[in-house]
């Protein structure tokens, strides 16, 4: 285990066993899989030493595993069910501090928004900052998590809910009596935008986006103006707005 003080890393959930979109993160967006976008854009984030892929030892995977040796992201593998487990031997292995939690069905994730969530833990010594925020204000696809390994360690050691295990990070926001949360909302509500791809209707757009438009060279805020100018391109997914997702 590399023991780097303050060791940053990020740690992207996948899978090929997707309920609504099987096999989703290896569909091709022009010339790429939708994993690459996500994991290329979370590697840009200049305080992050290291994004990893988290899949998992279920055979399905060993496409995922060969396509992290293939395409040069460092890969673990640990449970399917128990994601909490899969993120703190994932994070103990390679020794990292601070964990960014990120998914790869989010393939306009932005770096400029892990490193500030980054910095935010940093500065106010939180043990656990996010902008999934209780009352939504950021787009759906945008979601980052940053805590702790101590943080991670303590819900590896005491989560015994099955809710628990399987989402990562409840027992943190569940138990604030041990842990130092913090929220980052956005001044403008912008929930009304849809990035994060779980449906067909949500992967149509992306695909216009990033096919049409080159979406994926923009960063967030460019994405969100071209929506913007564009409400056409909002209205290909605008029915799953609503979904809890």
């Not at 569909?27 to 976008?37: A, P």
């Not at 980052?184 to 449906?199: A, H, K, M, Q």
């Not at 909002?234 to 799953?240: F, L, M, P």
Request: hydrophobic share 35%.
């Amino acid at each position: 285990m590399d023991c780097m003080v303050n060791k940053v890393a990020t740690i992207i959930q996948a899978r090929m066993g997707s309920s609504r979109l099987p096999g989703k993160i290896m569909k091709r967006i022009g010339k790429k899989e939708l994993l690459w976008y996500s994991a290329n854009r979370a590697s840009k984030a200049k305080l992050v030493n290291d994004t990893i892929i988290a899949t998992t030892v279920d055979s399905r995977d060993n496409t995922v595993f060969d396509w992290c040796k293939t395409n040069g992201f460092p890969v673990f593998r640990g449970s399917e069910k128990d994601v909490l487990d899969r993120y703190y031997n994932c994070a103990k292995e390679f020794g990292a501090n601070i964990i960014v939690r990120l998914t790869s069905d989010n393939p306009f994730c932005d770096p400029e928004i892990v490193d500030q969530l980054v910095l935010e833990l940093k500065k106010s010594k939180s043990d656990y900052v996010s902008n999934r925020v209780t009352k939504r204000t950021w787009p759906y696809g945008l979601d980052a998590e940053v805590f702790t390994f101590k943080a991670l360690k303590h819900a590896w050691e005491q989560a015994n809910k099955e809710h628990q295990r399987e989402h990562v990070t409840p027992y943190i926001l569940e138990h604030s009596e041990y842990f130092r949360l913090l929220e980052v909302p956005l001044d403008e509500n912008l929930s009304n935008f849809r990035l994060s791809i779980d449906y067909p209707e949500d992967f149509e757009m992306c695909k216009v986006l990033i096919e049409g438009y080159n979406a994926h060279e923009m960063n967030w805020r460019e994405i969100i103006d071209l929506l913007k100018k564009h409400p056409e391109l909002v209205e290909i997914n605008a029915s799953r707005i609503d979904s809890k997702l």
